[in-house]
């Protein structure tokens, strides 16, 4: 006799049906629509990008250094007396 063979389970369709469950996670809400519109998008609120939120922002990690370098530049030289 061959062994039975059990039917596949879709596990996260059984973990959304389920009520006791709850959602994975509940995005925050916010008054403004545009961020209201990144946050359930998962994307960043400086630049809208998906693959990655504000904290983790190369554009804003480029546009700081370029800042901070710009700054270093401007201050004026002390004189030597």
Same mark, same amino acid.
């Given at each position: 006799?061959?062994?039975?063979?059990?039917? /596949?389970?879709? &596990?996260?369709?059984?973990?959304?049906?389920?009520?006791? /469950?709850?959602?994975?996670?509940?995005?925050?809400?916010?008054?403004?629509?545009?961020?209201?519109?990144?946050?359930?998008?998962? /994307?960043?609120? &400086?630049?809208?990008? @998906?693959?990655?939120?504000? *904290?983790?922002?190369?554009? *804003?990690?480029?546009?700081? @250094?370029?800042?901070?370098?710009?700054?270093?530049?401007?201050?004026?030289? @002390?004189?030597?007396?």
């Amino acid at each position: 006799m061959a062994p039975a063979v059990q039917p /596949a389970v879709n &596990l996260a369709a059984s973990r959304a049906a389920s009520p006791a /469950a709850g959602p994975a996670y509940a995005r925050p809400t916010y008054s403004d629509p545009r961020r209201q519109a990144l946050s359930n998008q998962g /994307a960043c609120f &400086l630049y809208g990008q @998906k693959d990655h939120f504000a *904290k983790d922002c190369p554009i *804003k990690a480029k546009t700081d @250094k370029v800042l901070l370098i710009q700054e270093d530049s401007a201050e004026p030289e @002390k004189e030597e007396p």
